[in-house]
């Protein structure tokens, strides 16, 4: 019998609630055919966005939303994107399947859509192949309120008021597809770009993300921190942020794996690496700490999840997969190692959105589905902004094989503003449900909702034809007493419950 200890008195620190933010690159189908199709589409939209996509995320309280990219963004030449649509260059996505690109989604189509989810805006500039110039006028372009160049311009293209940007990434991926740079390199071109990333409205400061490290690049967050405050520079209005990439291959980076045909084996190797974002963010922590141990630089984790081989028959540059109920575990492992971790992870963003990757979404044609992640995702919003409360489990002990063996239960644990407090637990085992007893400081708790996410196969997955496989469904396998509540957590399961006095 396992234990759950939520001291209820701790307040840890705040899950701020962009934690939950999520990703979308010109890439595949997310942006075209996924979000946008189009004022002149015969599938239901609003101002080219998809009604039924924009819905859903609309009910997943979507906080945050990074775009154009990934390795898109420092080949986005963002005048490219903008003024009337039968003028604007088309060109070829080298990156992403070769295929054209018409630009037909710019700047004002972006900031539509975040209007529509009613999220915060994320914009990735362009440092490997733009100049300062260039992501200097895109600031005065999108931010800008008075008489300018491009503030003239973005007024006879249609939008006079400015709009806000809320983050804005230097780069991205600079030591890859951002221009294969050496971290000191970076770091120096990090300096002088963010100089020109103007604050025009004083109220509302543009955070700053700094381009960090992939995986376990340790050297590449040191030498970027080392160089970046050479010379005493302070870090206040110069980086708010330093990002952190991490995807999730089970085969590794070249073979990947199959979305949906795998082992019990195969299960374990893929939560045993999701699991390694704790370890990923402690250690990059402990470097961040060395050069900022006030803790003023947030993690901003803005691409994570879980990269598989792309589905037989499609383009292998859209990488479009599917998602299963071992793609619900990763969601939930990782978003507890976010909670866990709320005193240095302050933004992140799921890749992607929708059709790529571990997507929310998935659509063909008019027809749209949720995926077992866009489950958890929608159970855990109760997180977002929430105090992390002091948790811990006992007695669950671990499962796995000898190599791959993970903890049977992970959790985390948090209280919103109502006094409401979130619980979400992940059973990993692929065969052996838990019995756990939740105990808290006081008593008289009492459950106000319970919803879980499971089937009884592994492998499940959503289809159009089929769209409620891998669902939230009530969860009902509870008893309350004065001073306890037991659950019965069933294998490979996430459940949330939410309790009250
Ligand atoms: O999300 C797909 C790609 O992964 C992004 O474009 C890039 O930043 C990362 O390597």
């Known amino acids: 019998m396992a234990e759950l200890f939520i001291n209820e008195e701790n307040e840890l620190g705040k899950i701020e ?15 075209y055919e996924g979000i946008y199709v189009g004022e002149n589409s015969d599938i239901p939209n609003e101002n080219g966005m998809r009604t039924d996509v924009v819905g859903a995320l609309k009910e997943l309280q979507v906080p945050v939303l990074r775009w154009p990219g990934g390795c898109f963004a420092d080949e986005y030449h963002w005048k490219d994107g903008i003024g009337e649509k039968s003028g604007r260059k088309k060109m070829i996505n080298t990156h ?53 160049p491009m503030a003239d311009l973005r007024a006879a293209n249609g939008h006079k008021e400015p709009w806000t940007v809320d983050f804005f990434g230097v780069g991205n991926e600079n030591w890859g597809c ?38 376990d690049d340790y050297y590449w967050t040191e030498g970027v921190l080392k160089t970046a405050f050479d010379h005493g520079k302070k870090f206040h209005g110069f980086m708010d942020y330093l990002s952190l990439h991490y995807y999730v291959h089970p085969e590794g980076w070249k073979r990947k794996g199959s979305a949906t045909v795998f082992s019990d084996k195969v299960w374990y190797k893929t939560l045993y690496k999701a699991l390694c974002m704790d370890k990923l963010i402690t ?26 081989t792309n589905e037989p028959g499609t383009n292998p540059g859209f990488l479009y997969q599917q998602n299963t109920v071992r793609d619900a575990l990763i969601a939930g492992i990782t978003l507890n190692i976010f909670n866990k971790h709320c ?19 998935l659509t063909e044609g ?36 000898k190599k791959w063996n993970v903890p049977k239960i992970t959790e985390s644990v948090s ?43 592994i492998r499940a997955y959503n289809t159009f034809e089929a769209p409620e496989e ?32």
């Open 96 to 148: 992403w399947g070769g295929v054209v690109e018409d630009n037909s989604f710019g700047t004002h189509e972006y900031m539509e859509l975040c209007r529509q989810i009613g999220c915060k805006t994320y914009i990735n500039g362009n440092l490997g192949s733009g100049t300062v110039q260039e992501m200097s006028e895109w600031v005065e372009y999108m931010t800008f309120n008075g008489v300018s």
């Open 343 to 361: 005193d240095r992870v302050k933004i992140a963003a799921l890749a992607q959105m929708v059709n790529v990757l571990q997507a929310v979404l």
């Open 178 to 215: 951002g221009g294969n740079m050496t971290p000191e390199y970076y770091a120096n071109e990090y300096r002088r770009y963010q100089t020109y990333v103007r604050n025009y409205d004083k109220n509302k400061s543009i955070k700053k993300v700094c381009c960090g490290a992939n995986v």
């Open 283 to 308: 250690r990059h922590g402990a470097i961040m700490d060395k050069y900022d141990p006030g803790k003023k630089i947030g993690m901003c984790v803005d691409e994570w999840g879980a990269w598989y």
């Open 415 to 457: 209280k919103d503003e109502d006094g409401i407090i979130t619980i979400t637990l992940n059973n990993l085992s692929a065969e052996a449900s838990e019995d756990m007893n939740i105990k808290l400081a006081g008593t008289g708790y009492k459950v106000t909702e319970a919803k879980i996410v499971t089937n009884s196969d």
């Open 17 to 31: 609630p962009e934690v939950y933010g999520h990703f979308s690159e010109h890439l595949g189908r997310c942006i």
């Open 366 to 401: 008019a027809d749209m589905v949720k995926t077992p992640t866009y489950h958890v995702m929608h159970m855990y919003r109760y997180h977002q902004g929430a105090k992390l409360l002091e948790s811990a489990v006992t007695g669950a002990g671990e499962t796995g094989t």
């Open 470 to 501: 891998v669902t939230e469904r009530d969860f009902k396998d509870y008893t309350e007493s004065i001073d306890n509540i037991s659950v019965k957590l069933p294998s490979n399961s996430v459940t949330m419950l939410r309790i009250k006095k």
